[in-house]
């Protein structure tokens, strides 16, 4: 089954780097890259409204100008009620210990990671979806 990725990012370098690392995995994936959380937040009504979901697994940075990781992750939790919430992995430089933090607490947060996204990585997330998608 092809798992959807966003990537929401507003480094156009992660971006590439990120999108890389997951063509390179030997996985099914539909990728769809944002440059910011606004961007990100209308591909999400897009998608569900051309497929009735949302995507399966998102990559979000924290750090953006305009709408930034954290009020992208409050939008997510308003605006989608009723909707299966994607699983959600902060790709962040963690310049600020408190994200980090946070981050670690943040139900909507699946995990995190620094950037740039790691095969090792990738691999333990894509472990985790498959054993969502049995159980």
């Not at 966003?6 to 992660?14: A, E, T």
């Not at 690392?21 to 591909?43: K, L, P, W, Y």
């Not at 994607?86 to 607490?105: C, E, G, H, M, Q």
């Not at 996204?117 to 159980?135: A, G, N, Q």
Request: glycine share 4%.
């Amino acid at each position: 089954m092809k798992l959807t990725t966003f990537i929401i990012d507003d480094d156009l370098v992660s971006q590439f780097a990120t999108r890389y690392c997951i063509q390179q995995s030997h996985s099914d994936f539909e990728i769809v890259t944002c440059s910011s959380g606004e961007e990100g937040i209308q591909a999400c009504f897009s998608f569900i409204e051309e497929y009735d979901r949302l995507p399966d697994i998102i990559f979000l940075d924290l750090v953006m100008d305009g709408m930034n990781g954290w009020d992208f992750l409050e939008n997510l939790r308003n605006l989608f009620k009723g909707h299966k919430l994607p699983s959600v992995y902060v790709l962040s430089a963690f310049t600020n210990a408190a994200d980090r933090t946070i981050a670690k607490t943040n139900e909507l947060i699946s995990g995190y990671v620094d950037k740039p996204l790691s095969r090792s990585y990738l691999e333990k997330i894509l472990k985790e979806e498959e054993k969502k998608r049995i159980s």
